[in-house]
């Protein structure tokens, strides 16, 4: 055959032009180095576009600003309950000295309370065959008791006051059968104590009945139960910074503007309702001073003589006592003759037995900030697992820039987008190493 119709072998060395169609594949269509053939069985050369290079140097970006976002707000949080940590720890010593520099008062005031209390119990128990007395047997021997749940106690158990004169009197102000009611905190416990056959008798095989008769008790004649949950609670204002949850009553005046003379103040701030009973609420959110001994004494208020009391009648719209014996259930109502002892009063309780209002505070206090440490655990913990989602998110976006600029650093670079070529060395300050 002639020479010039014989086909010349390939050259190894030389560079074919890549036809019109080869050139615009998409850089996904890159031949791999190492063995992999195109079609013509050459190496086709990468193609990188601008749009791809920086919707990943973007996305890198982003997920380490979301990183640094995680890091920051660990590290914040991390400082804030130490702080708390801090906070908490001096407080916890406030208190220690406190309890050390009280404590042996304090012992001797509990023990005091703790006799005035069973003196009042014992009182109650001498009215034999009263519910009054089987509740407080029970009481004492009986720790849980099903049927009379939500039954609070007798009312003379309920609350104490540092005056002798003032037991005596309010006992005989609210009457032996109130003083020996049980309280209630809803109709619920009101209908446990008490069941009716289909006539209407009294079923004393359960309720109340039933108990005293597990422990030899038996009731005999009425009884009266208070509700706290039909009562209209007190809905004013409460004394700042105090313990007690006095209410803030407004105090009979003068014409001048002043008080009148051996005025003390009204009953139902005089009660003292110890931490167990003081942290008591209705369903509605009400203690027991806003619903109880606010429907017991209203704004029966307390003056240190008769002569005190009587002078001040014009200023009295919800009845009066005073220390020295004297009784005015309302303006049109006086109690005259010598006191009667009903027998059952209120115990006699100390105020400096109660933790100061600096104590109180400081324990609240505490209280919230091991509330608010906790709850920075719960943020933390969260952060910290969003930061590892982020670390992951960042290696597998590293991952794919690095594949994409370093597939052949050997080939030419190719115009792209807009006449654009897009270089293949210098990105190190892209990648940030994450530890």
């Known amino acids: 055959m002639d020479s010039q119709n014989e086909k010349m072998p390939i050259n190894a060395g030389s560079e074919q032009t890549p036809s019109p169609m080869a050139a ?8 791999t180095n190492g063995g992999g053939n195109s079609l013509l069985g050459q190496a086709k050369p990468p193609v990188f576009t601008t749009k791809t290079f920086q919707k990943l140097e973007d996305d890198i970006k982003l997920v380490g ?28 010593v406030t208190l220690a000295k406190h309890q050390s520099s009280t404590n042996d008062m304090t012992k001797c005031n509990v023990l005091s309370q703790k006799r005035s209390l069973e003196e009042t119990v014992e009182s ?13 047997h029970l009481t004492r021997n009986v720790s849980k008791m099903s049927s009379a749940r939500n039954v609070i106690g007798v009312l003379a158990t309920l609350g104490h006051v540092d005056n002798i004169n003032l037991s005596r009197l309010l006992s005989e ?25 289909q006539e209407g008798s ?32 007190y809905v004013g204002e ?30 139902v701030n005089m009660i003292y309702i110890d931490n167990e009973n003081l942290d008591f609420v209705t369903d509605d959110g009400y203690g027991l001073r806003e619903t109880l001994f606010y429907y017991l004494f209203s704004r029966l208020q307390v003056y240190r003589t008769r002569k005190d009391m009587l002078q001040a009648l014009p200023l009295i719209s919800h009845g009066a006592i005073s220390l020295d014996g004297g009784i005015i259930k309302s303006r049109d109502v006086l109690i005259l003759g010598t006191p009667k002892e009903i027998g059952v009063r209120f115990g006699i309780w100390s ?54 600029i370093s597939i052949d650093p050997m080939q030419p670079v190719q115009a792209t987008h807009e006449g654009e070529t897009t270089p293949k060395h210098g990105l190190s300050n892209t990648i940030v190493e994450i530890d």
């Not at 600003?65 to 916890?92: Q, T």
């Not at 910074?241 to 005025?263: H, M, T, W």
């Open 24 to 31: 615009q594949n998409d850089s996904s269509s890159v031949a």
């Open 65 to 92: 600003k979301n990183i640094l976002y995680h890091e920051e707000n660990i590290k914040y949080l991390n400082e804030v309950r130490g702080s708390f940590g801090h906070k908490i720890a001096d407080m916890e």
């Open 173 to 197: 102000y609210l009457g032996l059968d109130t003083m020996l009611a049980i309280v209630c905190k809803s109709y619920q416990a009101v209908r446990c104590l008490e069941t009716y056959d």
């Open 202 to 233: 009294i079923k004393k095989t359960t309720g109340l009945y039933r108990l005293g008769a597990c422990h030899g008790k038996s009731i005999d004649g009425r009884f009266n139960v208070i509700c706290l949950q039909g009562l209209i609670p």
């Open 124 to 136: 109650i128990m001498q009215h034999d065959k009263s519910a009054a007395s089987v509740l407080c």
């Open 238 to 267: 409460f004394m700042p910074d105090d313990p007690q949850r006095r209410l803030v009553i407004l105090e009979p005046k003068l014409p001048n503007g002043e008080s009148p003379a051996g005025f003390l103040g009204f009953a």
């Open 351 to 404: 105020g400096d037995s109660f933790p100061s209002k600096d104590y109180n505070e400081i324990e609240k206090e505490m209280k919230e900030l091991k509330w608010k440490s906790d709850k920075l655990n719960d943020d933390i913990t969260r952060e910290q697992a969003l930061l590892a989602n982020e670390k992951s998110k960042f290696e597998v976006k590293k991952k794919e820039f690095l594949d994409f």
